[in-house]
């Protein structure tokens, strides 16, 4: 068989472009499935960050229940025994109440009471801070 015949041209010629459409395809199916993980790891990323705000939320209305009962008798190793508790949920820095000063009197880190905390962190009228 010779190269310049008509065959030979033919057959290269499709070659050449099966070629081409199979790159150009990969290439789109490539770009197309890149896109499509990035979506879903901005919605996962996005979605651990909302569960994240919901444990902080539920944990702070979980310290205003329990804290106003004991904080309202006077009772502070309830109130130490609840800040404890709290202080060991997973990804829970701290969780303490200030004075309107921002100076921490009660703190589920003992090193922390005593301490001054930055206005930023207070987070409620009450001053009751709950770190994230």
């Known amino acids: 068989m010779h190269l310049n015949s008509i065959q030979s041209k033919i057959g290269g010629t499709l ?12 290439i789109y199916l490539t770009l197309q499935s890149r896109h499509l993980l990035e979506d879903q790891q901005r919605q996962a990323l996005d979605a651990a960050h909302e569960a994240a705000l ?5 944990l702070y209305e979980g310290l205003e229940v329990g804290a106003g009962g004991s904080l309202e008798r006077g009772e502070m190793e309830v109130f130490n025994e609840l800040l404890s508790g709290l202080g060991a949920v997973p990804g829970v820095l701290e969780v303490g109440l200030t004075n309107p000063a921002g100076q921490i ?3 589920s880190k003992a090193v922390q009471v005593d301490k001054n905390t930055p206005t930023s962190a207070l987070m409620a009228p009450a001053h009751c801070c709950l770190t994230v």
């Open 15 to 26: 070659i050449v472009i099966l070629l081409l459409t199979l790159g150009i395809s990969f």
């Open 54 to 58: 919901n444990q902080a939320r539920t």
């Open 105 to 107: 009197h009660f703190s």
